[in-house]
């Protein structure tokens, strides 16, 4: 008697989920790390970034895809720096992780730039989609004219930048002062260090 007054209800359930089967919207894509691509953009001295505010940006962009290569839009991201030594940090309104939404071919592009790094230092650059590491450029550094990244160049900035000095004439000075990447410190170097010079980042 029971069983028999389930029936119905049972046979209802049955055809409602049949039916929510059938009108089920694909199922969402999810990018794919074998078959999406991710690139960081070269810097004028290879893995070597300089930042003031008038030069230096690094662009981290891809292209998400499924497992079968159809591209993903629509789906968020973030690119996160890790910090491995010194003083390098999000100079002012800048941060050191950026969030995106692919487009529609599944292509995406987060641009950093000088107030998104101040100071110097190593780091790691990381692609984040859905908590999961996706792709990681390792082995990368990056320098600025607020060499400890307090905001504005002041005297402690020379303080630093005076230490990275060569010890003896026409030995290499610290990478952090060779700003335009030629192995050695001159007049050009501090031309560049000089652009962040009264800019309050
Ligand atoms: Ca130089």
């Given at each position: ?84 030594s010194h003083t390098l940090a999000p100079c002012g309104f800048g941060s050191h992780s ?104």
């Amino acid at each position: 008697m029971r069983s028999s007054s389930l029936r119905p209800v049972a046979g209802l359930f049955a055809g409602l989920v049949l039916s929510a089967l059938v009108a089920a919207p694909a199922v969402a894509q999810v990018p794919d790390p074998g078959t999406s691509s991710f690139a960081l953009s070269p810097s004028a001295c290879g893995a070597h970034y300089v930042f003031t505010p008038v030069m230096g940006t690094m662009i981290v962009s891809g292209t998400l895809r499924d497992v079968d290569g159809v591209a993903v839009g629509g789906h968020p991201l973030s690119v996160e720096i890790r910090v491995l030594s010194h003083t390098l940090a999000p100079c002012g309104f800048g941060s050191h992780s950026k969030s995106a939404v692919s487009h529609n071919d599944g292509s995406f592009s987060i641009v950093f730039d000088w107030r998104d790094m101040a100071g110097y230092g190593d780091f790691d650059v990381e692609v984040v989609i859905n908590g999961i590491p996706y792709a990681l450029f390792a082995g990368h550094r990056s320098t600025s004219p607020d060499l400890d990244a307090s905001g504005q160049v002041g005297v402690i900035d020379v303080g630093i930048l005076a230490s990275g000095l060569p010890p003896v004439p026409g030995a290499p000075p610290a990478w952090y002062i060779d700003y335009n990447c030629d192995g050695r410190f001159d007049v050009l170097d501090f031309a560049i260090f000089a652009q962040g010079i009264g800019v309050i980042c």
